[in-house]
């Protein structure tokens, strides 16, 4: 059976050994929404420093013989750990005079020698970014290395929450009651029936239709907010002269739990089911995956029956690769099957090759985040020596830390504190376990910043 990179690089390229030049482009979103009239907000910014250097994720990803494209270059010494743990990687390219509060793709663009490099691999390769925007277009067409993904407008047309919501219906799957807006007058409708449901004691949502982790969601609770929102959106489309809007407006229904599935959507319209796993969220915001996910054998037949329907539309409408779609249980043990679908790599995708490696049947999975606040930048070595026996090492149990540069990316060099976030996947033989890990490393890690020296 074909490991996933070799079923990914069929469904990309057509072919299982087609070198890859990964991009690891975090929040294509912000891209995806320039001037579209979404919730009146502050413009989706990126998600500064740290989230930028999430793109070192691909490191986990690429495998021999590939390329990936990063903001900096790797700690040697985090290098050095993934190499132990027997993990091939690729030939890694580094952009210069990088921008912290940009994406990898736009400084690549501000690159010519890096540029000239990939340039230099020939035709052959295929540029694969977490998600494809006319930017990585624009890298295309500089390097002459083709995308290895659907064009831009595809994309962007299937991760819109409008496209989730006509999607599951034509599929007939079930999904929290809602209504998309496309103008004023769809929207005011809309907001009449969430009205309703705000008077017989329920709750409802405003969705932006390209919003990510947390961002671009009101949760309606009074008609007060409803007003204030309502007003906000009529004004700003007055002052424009455009009644455009892109929006979702659904009612805020009770659920149990958070998952997240994936499947592989190839050129030829096949699908494959990835996985299913359980996301952990806080706020809307995506917080890690527990897996294997709990779940019944019934809700794991809504999920992949979901899966197979929802592929055969976004190969009809030209999507091929993964897809990630959000999706909930409710408290009765229901399942809603689309909350939203995303037209790109997902946090689980990063997981893979790992999930393949050290996960087999009998054991447990939590991938998650640590917050570490710091003055000083911090080596992985030193992390090491701190983790200890808390580190994963290839058997047992553990923490495999498989992004570091996170860590430091807001670091200002300057000795004020700042906060990074050190990712990992916590491995063990139990849930039971990994909760006990998780809390030995939430401690240890305050320790270090006692003994970084922050007060807070």
């Known amino acids: 059976m074909q490991d996933f990179m070799g079923r990914l690089r069929t469904a990309l390229t057509g072919s299982p050994d087609t070198p890859l030049v990964l991009l690891g482009n975090f929040e294509v979103e912000d891209e995806w929404a320039r001037g579209e009239p979404g919730l009146p907000r502050v413009a989706f910014t990126g998600g500064g420093a740290v989230v930028h250097r999430m793109d070192e994720f691909t490191l986990l990803l690429a495998g021999k ?19 132990e743990l027997g993990l091939d990687l690729p030939r890694v390219h580094t952009v210069s005079g990088g921008d912290p509060r940009q994406t990898v793709t736009r400084d690549a663009l501000a690159d010519p020698a890096l540029q000239e490099a990939l340039r230099a691999l020939g035709p052959g390769a295929r540029i694969v970014p977490h998600g494809t925007s006319v930017l990585e277009e624009e890298l295309s067409a500089l390097t002459g290395l083709p995308l290895g993904a659907p064009p831009a407008a595809v994309c962007k047309a299937v991760n819109s929450k409008i496209y ?18 496309g103008n004023l007058a769809e929207l005011d409708a809309a907001l009449d029936r969430a009205r309703a449901l705000l008077r017989s004691g329920r709750r409802a949502v405003v969705k932006d239709a390209f919003g990510v982790s947390g961002k671009g969601i009101s949760v309606l609770d009074d008609e007060r907010r409803l007003d204030t929102l309502q007003r906000m959106i009529a004004r700003r489309a007055e002052r424009s002269g455009d009644d455009r809007v892109v929006l979702v407006v659904e009612e805020w229904v009770d659920k149990a739990a958070d998952l997240n599935y994936q499947f592989t959507v190839g050129r030829d319209g096949s699908v494959h089911f990835d996985f299913v796993k359980e996301a952990i969220t806080e706020g809307g915001v995506h917080k890690g995956h527990r897996f294997p996910a709990r779940l019944t054998a019934l809700q794991h037949d809504a999920v992949r029956h979901a899966a197979e329907a929802l592929a055969e539309r976004l190969a009809a409408d030209g999507y091929f690769g993964v897809v990630g779609v959000d999706a909930m249980t409710d408290p009765k043990g229901g399942v809603y099957p689309v909350v939203e679908i995303n037209a790109r790599h997902n946090m689980s995708t990063y997981q893979s090759r790992l999930q393949e490696a050290f996960i087999g049947p009998g054991r447990h999975a939590l991938a998650r985040h640590y917050p570490v606040r710091l003055r000083t930048p911090l080596g992985f070595g030193r992390l090491r020596g701190l983790l200890g026996d808390l580190l994963f090492t290839g058997s047992g149990g553990g ?45 240890r890690l305050a320790a270090l910043r006692e003994e970084d020296g922050h007060d807070g």
Do not use: M
């Open 65 to 83: 013989g590939d390329h990936v494209v990063l903001k900096a270059a790797p700690d040697p010494e985090h290098l050095g750990y993934l190499e």
């Open 164 to 181: 989730s919501r006509a999607a599951a219906d034509a599929a007939g799957l079930r999904q929290a009651p809602g209504w998309t807006c």
């Open 399 to 443: 923490l495999l830390v498989n992004n570091f540069a996170t860590v430091n990316a807001a670091a200002g060099g300057d000795g004020t504190s700042y906060e990074g976030r050190l990712h990992g996947l916590l491995i063990g033989d139990s849930p039971r376990s990994l909760d006990s890990t998780d809390e030995a490393i939430t401690a």
